[in-house]
Protein backbone atom coordinates (compact mmCIF):
# COMPACT_ATOMS: atom_id res chain seq x y z
CA UNK A 1 0.00 0.00 0.00
CA UNK A 2 1.42 3.21 -1.11
CA UNK A 3 1.02 6.19 1.50
CA UNK A 4 1.31 10.01 0.56
CA UNK A 5 3.02 12.18 2.76
CA UNK A 6 0.35 13.97 4.47
CA UNK A 7 -1.45 10.50 4.75
CA UNK A 8 1.76 8.90 6.15
CA UNK A 9 2.13 11.95 8.97
CA UNK A 10 -1.30 11.21 10.33
CA UNK A 11 -0.68 7.38 10.34
CA UNK A 12 2.35 8.31 12.28
CA UNK A 13 0.93 10.58 14.51
CA UNK A 14 -2.14 8.67 15.34
CA UNK A 15 -0.29 5.76 15.75
CA UNK A 16 2.31 6.95 18.48
CA UNK A 17 -0.40 8.85 19.99
CA UNK A 18 -2.20 5.40 20.99
CA UNK A 19 1.04 3.24 21.45
CA UNK A 20 2.52 5.73 23.77
CA UNK A 21 -0.25 7.59 25.18
CA UNK A 22 -2.75 4.86 26.14
CA UNK A 23 -1.29 2.25 25.75
CA UNK A 24 -2.95 -0.01 23.05
CA UNK A 25 -0.91 -3.02 21.58
CA UNK A 26 -0.24 -2.96 18.09
CA UNK A 27 -2.01 -5.37 17.14
CA UNK A 28 -5.17 -3.24 18.42
CA UNK A 29 -3.19 -0.14 16.27
CA UNK A 30 -2.70 -2.38 13.14
CA UNK A 31 -6.40 -3.43 13.35
CA UNK A 32 -7.30 -0.05 13.53
CA UNK A 33 -5.64 1.71 11.04
CA UNK A 34 -5.91 -0.98 8.71
CA UNK A 35 -2.03 -1.40 7.90
CA UNK A 36 0.25 -4.60 8.56
CA UNK A 37 2.02 -5.37 11.60
CA UNK A 38 5.55 -4.82 9.25
CA UNK A 39 3.99 -1.11 8.17
CA UNK A 40 3.01 -0.21 11.86
CA UNK A 41 6.67 -0.83 13.24
CA UNK A 42 8.00 1.53 10.35
CA UNK A 43 5.45 4.05 11.39
CA UNK A 44 6.12 4.23 14.96
CA UNK A 45 10.00 3.86 13.94
CA UNK A 46 10.20 6.63 11.78
CA UNK A 47 8.10 8.93 14.36
CA UNK A 48 11.07 8.21 17.15
CA UNK A 49 13.40 8.93 13.66
CA UNK A 50 11.95 12.29 13.16
CA UNK A 51 11.33 13.53 16.40
CA UNK A 52 7.63 13.13 17.03
CA UNK A 53 8.34 10.82 20.00
CA UNK A 54 10.95 11.44 22.18
CA UNK A 55 11.05 8.74 25.21
CA UNK A 56 12.19 10.34 28.97
CA UNK A 57 13.27 8.13 31.36
CA UNK A 58 12.91 8.93 34.99
CA UNK A 59 14.92 7.33 37.18
CA UNK A 60 12.70 8.11 40.38
CA UNK A 61 14.73 5.47 42.24
CA UNK A 62 18.01 7.12 41.55
CA UNK A 63 20.21 4.21 39.83
CA UNK A 64 21.17 5.21 36.54
CA UNK A 65 24.54 5.45 37.50
CA UNK A 66 25.18 1.62 38.04
CA UNK A 67 23.67 1.46 34.59
CA UNK A 68 26.22 3.59 33.00
CA UNK A 69 28.88 1.49 34.77
CA UNK A 70 27.07 -1.64 33.68
CA UNK A 71 27.17 -0.11 29.92
CA UNK A 72 30.78 0.71 30.58
CA UNK A 73 31.83 -2.78 31.54
CA UNK A 74 30.28 -4.58 28.75
CA UNK A 75 31.40 -2.24 25.81
CA UNK A 76 34.77 -1.86 27.11
CA UNK A 77 35.40 -5.67 27.55
CA UNK A 78 32.42 -7.46 25.65
CA UNK A 79 30.64 -8.88 27.84
CA UNK A 80 26.86 -10.12 27.27
CA UNK A 81 25.53 -8.85 30.53
CA UNK A 82 26.53 -7.02 33.67
CA UNK A 83 25.33 -6.34 37.14
CA UNK A 84 26.73 -3.18 39.63
CA UNK A 85 25.45 -3.60 43.06
CA UNK A 86 25.00 -0.49 45.21
CA UNK A 87 27.32 -0.97 48.68
CA UNK A 88 26.95 1.80 51.19
CA UNK A 89 30.79 1.01 51.98
CA UNK A 90 33.41 -0.65 50.54
CA UNK A 91 33.41 -3.19 53.42
CA UNK A 92 34.09 -6.98 52.56
CA UNK A 93 31.06 -8.23 54.98
CA UNK A 94 28.51 -5.51 53.22
CA UNK A 95 29.78 -6.40 49.36
CA UNK A 96 29.72 -10.08 50.01
CA UNK A 97 26.06 -10.13 51.06
CA UNK A 98 25.14 -7.82 48.38
CA UNK A 99 26.75 -9.96 45.09
CA UNK A 100 25.77 -13.03 46.60
CA UNK A 101 21.80 -11.61 46.81
CA UNK A 102 22.51 -10.34 43.15
CA UNK A 103 24.08 -13.44 42.03
CA UNK A 104 21.04 -15.48 43.21
CA UNK A 105 18.54 -13.11 41.66
CA UNK A 106 20.45 -13.69 38.00
CA UNK A 107 20.85 -17.70 38.53
CA UNK A 108 17.16 -17.60 39.20
CA UNK A 109 16.13 -16.28 35.76
CA UNK A 110 18.92 -18.30 34.18
CA UNK A 111 18.34 -22.00 35.48
CA UNK A 112 16.50 -24.01 33.08
CA UNK A 113 15.47 -27.28 33.51
CA UNK A 114 17.70 -30.43 31.83
CA UNK A 115 20.61 -28.10 32.14
CA UNK A 116 24.44 -28.38 32.71
CA UNK A 117 25.78 -25.99 35.66
CA UNK A 118 29.31 -25.89 36.32
CA UNK A 119 30.26 -24.70 39.67
CA UNK A 120 33.30 -23.60 41.66
CA UNK A 121 33.38 -22.90 45.63
CA UNK A 122 34.54 -19.95 47.60
CA UNK A 123 32.74 -18.25 50.34
CA UNK A 124 30.68 -15.78 47.51
CA UNK A 125 29.23 -18.75 45.84
CA UNK A 126 27.98 -20.41 49.23
CA UNK A 127 26.02 -17.14 50.16
CA UNK A 128 25.04 -17.23 46.79
CA UNK A 129 23.76 -20.33 46.95
CA UNK A 130 21.94 -20.32 50.24
CA UNK A 131 20.29 -17.05 49.01
CA UNK A 132 18.53 -19.00 45.70
CA UNK A 133 14.81 -19.74 46.19
CA UNK A 134 14.03 -23.19 46.10
CA UNK A 135 12.20 -24.67 43.02
CA UNK A 136 11.35 -27.38 42.39
CA UNK A 137 9.29 -27.39 38.57
CA UNK A 138 13.06 -26.89 37.38
CA UNK A 139 14.30 -31.06 36.92
CA UNK A 140 16.92 -32.94 35.28
CA UNK A 141 19.88 -30.61 36.04
CA UNK A 142 23.24 -31.59 35.86
CA UNK A 143 25.23 -29.94 38.66
CA UNK A 144 28.71 -30.30 38.15
CA UNK A 145 31.91 -28.98 40.41
CA UNK A 146 34.92 -27.49 38.75
CA UNK A 147 37.76 -27.31 41.33
CA UNK A 148 39.30 -30.13 44.20
CA UNK A 149 38.31 -29.52 47.51
CA UNK A 150 40.63 -28.33 50.78
CA UNK A 151 40.53 -29.68 54.13
CA UNK A 152 41.61 -26.58 56.21
CA UNK A 153 38.51 -24.60 54.27
CA UNK A 154 35.06 -24.09 55.52
CA UNK A 155 33.00 -27.06 54.73
CA UNK A 156 29.81 -25.09 53.82
CA UNK A 157 32.39 -23.30 51.16
CA UNK A 158 33.46 -26.97 49.77
CA UNK A 159 32.43 -27.36 46.10
CA UNK A 160 30.64 -30.76 46.88
CA UNK A 161 28.50 -28.77 49.80
CA UNK A 162 27.83 -26.02 47.60
CA UNK A 163 26.71 -28.70 44.74
CA UNK A 164 24.37 -30.75 47.09
CA UNK A 165 22.64 -27.02 48.60
CA UNK A 166 22.24 -26.56 44.87
CA UNK A 167 20.34 -29.56 44.01
CA UNK A 168 18.13 -29.56 47.72
CA UNK A 169 16.65 -26.79 46.33
CA UNK A 170 15.93 -28.09 42.46
CA UNK A 171 16.53 -31.23 41.31
CA UNK A 172 18.96 -33.18 39.62
CA UNK A 173 22.14 -35.19 39.93
CA UNK A 174 25.84 -34.24 41.48
CA UNK A 175 28.92 -34.70 39.49
CA UNK A 176 31.82 -34.14 41.92
CA UNK A 177 35.22 -33.60 41.66
CA UNK A 178 36.00 -36.07 44.40
CA UNK A 179 40.17 -34.65 44.70
CA UNK A 180 41.99 -32.45 47.08
CA UNK A 181 42.77 -29.15 45.32
CA UNK A 182 46.11 -28.81 45.81
CA UNK A 183 47.97 -32.43 45.47
CA UNK A 184 51.24 -32.81 47.21
CA UNK A 185 53.57 -33.67 44.37
CA UNK A 186 53.21 -32.79 40.57
CA UNK A 187 53.25 -36.82 40.57
CA UNK A 188 50.12 -37.50 42.80
CA UNK A 189 48.05 -34.40 40.81
CA UNK A 190 49.31 -36.28 37.34
CA UNK A 191 48.01 -39.66 38.47
CA UNK A 192 44.51 -38.44 39.64
CA UNK A 193 43.81 -36.78 36.18
CA UNK A 194 44.12 -39.71 34.52
CA UNK A 195 41.69 -41.06 37.30
CA UNK A 196 38.26 -42.20 35.32
CA UNK A 197 35.83 -40.48 37.22
CA UNK A 198 38.00 -37.70 37.75
CA UNK A 199 38.52 -37.11 33.66
CA UNK A 200 34.57 -37.43 33.54
CA UNK A 201 33.60 -34.47 35.85
CA UNK A 202 36.23 -32.72 34.21
CA UNK A 203 35.25 -33.65 30.36
CA UNK A 204 31.89 -32.86 31.13
CA UNK A 205 32.40 -29.77 32.57
CA UNK A 206 33.78 -28.14 28.88
CA UNK A 207 29.98 -28.87 27.26
CA UNK A 208 28.03 -26.82 30.81
CA UNK A 209 25.26 -24.52 29.74
CA UNK A 210 25.82 -22.10 32.54
CA UNK A 211 29.07 -21.45 34.72
CA UNK A 212 29.23 -20.20 37.85
CA UNK A 213 32.85 -19.00 38.82
CA UNK A 214 34.15 -17.23 41.65
CA UNK A 215 37.27 -14.62 41.27
CA UNK A 216 39.70 -15.31 43.56
CA UNK A 217 41.51 -11.88 45.41
CA UNK A 218 45.34 -10.84 44.57
CA UNK A 219 47.69 -13.20 47.40
CA UNK A 220 49.20 -10.60 49.58
CA UNK A 221 49.73 -12.74 52.87
CA UNK A 222 49.13 -16.34 54.80
CA UNK A 223 47.05 -14.15 57.26
CA UNK A 224 44.21 -12.85 54.89
CA UNK A 225 44.59 -15.19 52.21
CA UNK A 226 46.40 -18.59 52.92
CA UNK A 227 44.57 -19.95 55.36
CA UNK A 228 41.94 -21.88 53.49
CA UNK A 229 44.26 -22.91 51.02
CA UNK A 230 47.35 -24.65 52.73
CA UNK A 231 49.07 -22.18 50.83
CA UNK A 232 52.90 -21.85 51.94
CA UNK A 233 55.08 -18.57 52.36
CA UNK A 234 57.39 -20.39 49.55
CA UNK A 235 54.36 -20.55 47.53
CA UNK A 236 53.09 -17.08 48.47
CA UNK A 237 56.34 -15.73 47.13
CA UNK A 238 56.14 -17.77 44.18
CA UNK A 239 52.70 -16.02 43.49
CA UNK A 240 53.80 -12.57 43.93
CA UNK A 241 57.23 -13.35 41.87
CA UNK A 242 55.09 -14.32 39.25
CA UNK A 243 53.09 -11.41 39.03
CA UNK A 244 49.48 -13.20 40.49
CA UNK A 245 46.61 -10.76 40.95
CA UNK A 246 44.10 -13.27 41.48
CA UNK A 247 42.57 -17.00 40.25
CA UNK A 248 39.76 -18.63 39.12
CA UNK A 249 39.41 -22.30 40.09
CA UNK A 250 43.10 -22.16 41.60
CA UNK A 251 44.20 -20.80 38.26
CA UNK A 252 46.31 -17.80 39.36
CA UNK A 253 46.85 -14.72 36.40
CA UNK A 254 47.96 -11.84 35.96
CA UNK A 255 46.73 -8.55 35.41
CA UNK A 256 46.88 -8.96 31.50
CA UNK A 257 44.89 -12.08 32.20
CA UNK A 258 47.98 -14.43 31.01
CA UNK A 259 48.30 -17.68 33.70
CA UNK A 260 50.41 -17.86 36.25
CA UNK A 261 53.08 -20.89 35.75
CA UNK A 262 53.85 -21.80 38.83
CA UNK A 263 54.21 -24.89 40.95
CA UNK A 264 51.17 -24.49 42.24
CA UNK A 265 49.78 -24.59 38.37
CA UNK A 266 51.24 -28.54 38.23
CA UNK A 267 49.84 -29.23 41.26
CA UNK A 268 45.70 -28.15 41.08
CA UNK A 269 43.21 -30.77 40.13
CA UNK A 270 40.38 -28.28 38.53
CA UNK A 271 39.27 -27.01 34.54
CA UNK A 272 41.98 -25.21 32.83
CA UNK A 273 40.40 -21.94 33.04
CA UNK A 274 41.65 -21.51 29.11
CA UNK A 275 38.35 -23.64 28.41
CA UNK A 276 35.76 -21.60 30.09
CA UNK A 277 36.43 -19.28 26.72
CA UNK A 278 34.50 -22.33 25.08
CA UNK A 279 31.69 -22.30 27.59
CA UNK A 280 28.28 -20.92 26.75
CA UNK A 281 27.93 -18.80 29.45
CA UNK A 282 30.57 -18.33 32.39
CA UNK A 283 28.95 -16.19 35.53
CA UNK A 284 31.79 -14.59 37.32
CA UNK A 285 30.74 -13.05 40.92
CA UNK A 286 33.39 -11.08 42.59
CA UNK A 287 34.02 -8.14 44.28
CA UNK A 288 35.20 -6.10 47.54
CA UNK A 289 38.33 -4.76 49.19
CA UNK A 290 41.39 -6.55 47.05
CA UNK A 291 39.77 -7.94 43.72
CA UNK A 292 39.66 -5.00 41.58
CA UNK A 293 43.03 -6.20 39.72
CA UNK A 294 41.36 -9.95 39.99
CA UNK A 295 38.72 -8.74 37.97
CA UNK A 296 40.78 -6.79 35.28
CA UNK A 297 43.09 -9.93 34.77
CA UNK A 298 39.67 -12.06 34.86
CA UNK A 299 38.27 -9.89 32.11
CA UNK A 300 41.20 -9.24 30.02
CA UNK A 301 41.85 -13.22 29.73
CA UNK A 302 38.09 -13.66 28.73
CA UNK A 303 37.46 -15.79 30.95
CA UNK A 304 33.95 -14.68 31.56
CA UNK A 305 31.04 -13.35 29.71
CA UNK A 306 28.63 -11.90 33.14
CA UNK A 307 29.75 -10.32 36.01
CA UNK A 308 28.23 -9.41 38.88
CA UNK A 309 30.27 -6.99 41.15
CA UNK A 310 30.00 -3.78 42.98
CA UNK A 311 30.18 -0.42 42.42
CA UNK A 312 33.42 0.18 44.05
CA UNK A 313 35.30 -2.48 41.99
CA UNK A 314 33.69 -1.50 38.86
CA UNK A 315 34.70 2.14 38.97
CA UNK A 316 37.86 0.98 40.21
CA UNK A 317 38.38 -1.38 36.95
CA UNK A 318 37.00 1.30 34.39
CA UNK A 319 39.48 3.72 35.86
CA UNK A 320 42.45 1.87 35.46
CA UNK A 321 41.91 0.27 31.90
CA UNK A 322 41.19 3.57 30.19
Request: glycine letters at 8%; aromatic letters at 8%.
Amino acid sequence: MSLGSQQRYYLKLKAAHYYYEKDYTQIQIAKMLGVSRITLGKLLREAKEEGMVKVEIVDVRDVRALLDLEVRLQERFGLVDAKVVDCLEYARGEVLRKLAMAGARYMERAMRSGMKLGLAWGRTQELLVDCIQENRNITDLEVITLVGGSALSSINAQPNFIAQRLLEKYSGTGYILNAPFLCQTEELCRALYREPQIAEVLNRAKTADLTLIGIGETPRSLEDYGKSYNYTEEILGELKSAGAVGDICANFYDINGKICKTSVSRRIVAIDIEDLRKHKKVVAVGGGPNKWASVVGALRGGYLNVLITDKFTAEKVLDFTE
